[in-house]
């Protein structure tokens, strides 16, 4: 209460004081009891009043030494206590705070990643309290092989780990509608730690450009069939790992402003340098390990949503990948601008074979662009 | 439970009933003589540290969040001396 208001209050007091005295000497013995009592309580709230003017009134100077309260006096204390008890009130936050979050990335990954058959056993072993050295004796292993294969499969959970917690921390509430914003570069560079070079560039141009597979194969020199399952592999990987029945994917604008800003960074010889020596060379070096078993067998559910400015195209994904029946959508810069300069790039080098050649060289243009996104996001890391 | 603020209304009652006691004790004491005038000064006395033993916890289960802090009963006004007196 300010000074005011208890000096009102103070005055109250003395009036009804003067109207019970007055009563008083008019009222018989039974009713006198009933109005002392009032009057005593009277002067208890006109002591009281009077306490709280004279702690109103500053009768020393403060010191350094005063606290913030007694400095900022009973005003400052109320609007403190009045913030605490909002706090308070507001209950707590909704939705699953970081460390749950965590943990069902943790959980989810490690229930559907894709390891293989010596990964997943000597990681069981290994979770199971046993070391690396112990796993090789059991298994009879040498115990380096044992060490990097368990290195290996934890680094590819902690990868997956870290793309999918990226992803669900952007996600409002998790209630079967999981939102990818590929303009926020978290969010973009969790989803292209998800997926191959291959896979990256096929998604891009299926639901990117929207082109159909046909025009794919023709634009990178791959069988059609190829692409599908590139592209199946990719979104039963996605369906496995993130959570939910919908996926609405936005920014693909910005991706394709982003993939334009690069290409006119790039360099003529730098376009066409990475992207897939590494996997051929992969494939034919050794044979590939044998991989773990697939979780449950199950169709794809999912229903994909592409939002690109105001217009929204719907995919179902089902036992097959729906043809898409839309038109290509975009800007429709990329593409040309990237044959243009091949063109340019294969006049200078009097290609002979320029068809094969464009097919084969558009293709790993597109993976090199994704690469350089993939590394100057990863750039913070070091 | 209740709550400070009831509470503090409970010692305004109590406050209240043992003025008005004390406001007829107080009335007596001029008409009375020799050992019961003592009684009832004595009375008075007690009734009056509990009067303001009272007012104190309803000042105190009032204003018990707001009040101005000034240091008392915290150690924001305890110090630790510089020279340790042990030594020489």
Redesign the interface.
Known sequence: MTKTEIKARAKELRDRKESLEAALTAAPAAEGRAI??E???I???L??CA?ELR?MTPRHKVSY???L??AG??EL??AQ?RIWKELESAGDPEGLSSQELMRLAVRTVRKNACLTVKQAEYLDAAEAGARGAQVAREKNRDRSTVTRTLQRGRAKLDRDIKALYTILERQGELDGLVVIDLEDPGVLRAMLDLLTPKQQTYLYLYYGEWLSLREIGALCGVDHASILRSIRAALERLDRLLLGSQAEVRGLDALEARLITYFDRLEDQELTKGGQTKDKQKNTRRKQPEKADAPEEKPLTWMLEFVRGEEVRTAMLDQYLRPAFFPHWGSGRLLPMLRQRLLRQAKAGKIQQVRTWLSRKMSKALRQLFLLIRRDLHADDY | MASLSEISDGYREAAALIRMRLDEIRAQIPEAQGAHRKKLEAKAANLSGVLQQMRDMRQLTKEYYTRSRDGTYTCSQLRASRLDGSKR
């Open positions: 002392r009592l009057l005593a309580q002067e208890e709230d002591i009281d306490r702690a030494r005063t606290t309260a007694s006096g009973r204390v109320h206590y």
